[in-house]
């Protein structure tokens, strides 16, 4: 048998039509993104059913240029490239301007400022709570709208803190009214004399004539508290202490007889002895929150008032005229203590 060579296999007139098609897609890819990369862009040839490519006979050499979407977009970018300036995409810090060129999107930049407090808040929309108390019970019902008659939610009681978070001035028809916060769900509207804001002028004076006015003990002991706790650079402070000795002094005397009577039935065969059972009648608890504290004078089967708010007039404001009248007061305790037993 004679030499027999193998034919060498060559490229097909289809299959080499097909390879220089996608060298051609690749190089315009590829120059695509060298463009992108120089001013900051990126090509998004992934979309390619966006594009169309420029017929041959328009088109430049290979990769010369990237896809494009008219010839007059190839001109532009033939332009940007030779001259290199970043002419085709104008940059700001918040938006992207688009040219002929695709480039991707960016979100805008967002400044974030601190949450504004006080008038501040106001001026940008936001909430403010200005912190308030309870002074007059009789005015502290809590409403669903400004207006007199509207549904009463609850009443609020005497010293509570709420937070107003509006105001509505009178008019002819309705009087003042705030919006306020009690809690983190419930809120409503309240009469505006029923509220003291702390450092506003004239407010401790407001609280010093509703104690002198007052009828219940109770609540006169709780505005002085108020006033000592809640304003305690207040000139009105020593009147409040000295008033809140004497008010202590005629609770004494009043529940001593109370608990007489509600305490008769106690013998002394009981495990506990007579003291325990007044210091902890129930009547002393209201007394025992507002730190007024009382004795209790077996002898005498009665309360005494240990005098804490004179000596802290004396402690506090010894120059004043109400450290004079306390002392005077505890010197009248002591003898009346003495003389009784």
């Avoid at 002895?273 to 005498?300: C, E, M, W």
Wanted: aromatic share 6%; glycine share 6%.
């Amino acid at each position: 048998m004679g030499n027999f060579t193998r034919p060498k296999k060559t490229l097909s007139g289809a299959r080499l039509f097909f390879a220089m098609f996608f060298l051609s897609i690749i190089a315009s890819d590829l120059a695509a993104w060298q463009v992108g990369q120089r001013y900051g862009q990126r090509a998004l040839s992934a979309k390619a059913s966006e594009f169309w490519v420029v017929p041959k006979a328009e088109r430049g050499p290979v990769g010369s240029s990237p896809m494009i979407r008219n010839p007059q977009q190839a001109k532009a970018v033939s332009d940007a490239v030779q001259t290199r300036t970043p002419s085709a995409v104008e940059r700001t810090p918040s938006t992207v301007t688009r040219t002929p060129l695709a480039v991707e999107r960016t979100r805008p930049a967002v400044e974030r400022s601190p949450p504004a407090v006080g008038r501040n808040a106001a001026a940008v929309g936001q909430v403010t709570y200005l912190k308030a108390f309870i002074v007059d019970d009789r005015l502290s019902a809590l409403r669903r709208s400004p207006d007199l008659q509207s549904e009463v939610i609850r009443r609020i009681r005497l010293g509570h803190t709420v937070f107003i978070t509006r105001t509505i001035r009178a008019d002819a028809v309705q009087p003042s009214f705030c919006r306020v916060a009690v809690t983190r769900r419930t809120r409503g509207w309240i009469h505006a004399s029923a509220l003291v804001i702390p450092g506003r002028a004239g407010e401790d004076q407001r609280i010093m004539n509703l104690i002198e006015a007052a009828s219940d003990g109770v609540d006169r002991i709780t505005l002085c508290r108020m006033l000592v706790d809640r304003m305690g650079k207040s000139p009105l402070v020593p009147r409040a202490l000295l008033l809140m000795g004497q008010e202590a002094e005629r609770a004494a005397e009043t529940l001593s007889q109370r608990a007489r009577r509600r305490l008769s039935d106690v013998g002394e065969n009981n495990n506990a002895g007579l003291s325990d059972y007044y210091l902890n009648d129930a009547s002393l608890d209201r007394y025992s929150k507002l730190h007024i504290v009382f004795g209790f004078n077996q002898a005498l089967t009665q309360y005494v008032y240990d005098g804490r708010a004179y000596r802290d007039i004396i402690r506090r404001f010894p120059g004043l005229e109400e450290a004079t009248l306390a002392s005077q007061r505890l010197q009248s305790m002591s003898e009346r203590m003495a003389r009784e037993q």
